[in-house]
């Protein structure tokens, strides 16, 4: 739902409320995990991901069954399993059968961060790869955050003799795609679309190379603020997501959005962890890099 900290904080007192009345398993379904973004320090903040992971041991969960993680890492952050499943069949499948001319299409990286999600779906369908690159771009770590990390002190004194080395400013080269794009289709991957003004972005800049139709292919479609209006005015023909974050209201609002069921594999997961069957169905063909 819309109103994720209520969300989570129901969940906690749920599963308090089971762990105190001596429930064995207690298993939280959750397919979007929120805070997954903030699973690094940036500027020394909180790792907010972490944070919740340990909530959500000591409210007395023992596994916990998830999609598409931002980082495959954060599963380190838990104390009891974590089984990340992966969207990425469904929206193959969407691909192969919704788009006629599939064949003439090019997987798109928006970011160098996002080339190895590209290159997976590009392996699968036999495709070709093209990423954006340059100043056009803002990555996680160049976020402003309003903060100052260490704070801004007048008159500030240096210890006699220590003269650390300087960190050099960061200069990102003028905006190329690698790859050609002319005459085909742009499919751009991702694994969450929440900001569209990135994606938007991109699609300007596929246009300008000569790709006729662009498609964005992304899990969990949060799609917050003025997403729908920025992409029925933008030259994105498509947007598919799955229905692991509810966008009903999005979709009236945007007829451009389009939705991929994702439930059975979810229900499959957890009948299987019911009956005590094995989950490595579920991850079959699935390598380490994906």
Partial sequence: PRDVNTAVMELLIMAYALKTSCARNIIGVIPYFPYSKQSKMRKRGSIVCKLLASMLAKAGLTHIITMDLHQKEIQGFFSFPVDNLRASPFLLQYIQEEIP???????????????KRAQSYAERLRLGLAVIHGEAQCTEQDMDDGRHSPPMVKNATVHPGLELPLMMAKEKPPITVVGDVGGRIAIIVD???DDVESFVAAAEILKERGA?????MATHGLLSAEAPRLI???SIDEVVVTN???????????PKIKTVDIS????EAIRRIHNGESMAYLFRNITVDD
Avoid: G
């Avoid at 001319?101 to 080339?115: E, G």
């Avoid at 006729?212 to 964005?216: G, H």
């Fill in 101 to 115: 001319d599939y064949r003439n299409a090019v997987i798109v990286a928006k970011s160098p961060d996002a080339a």
């Fill in 212 to 216: 006729y139709k662009i498609f964005v």
């Fill in 244 to 254: 692991t974050v509810p966008h009903e209201v999005q979709k009236l609002q945007c």
């Fill in 264 to 267: 059975l594999i979810l229900s």
């Fill in 232 to 234: 029925e005015e933008s």
């Fill in 191 to 193: 694994d969450i679309i």
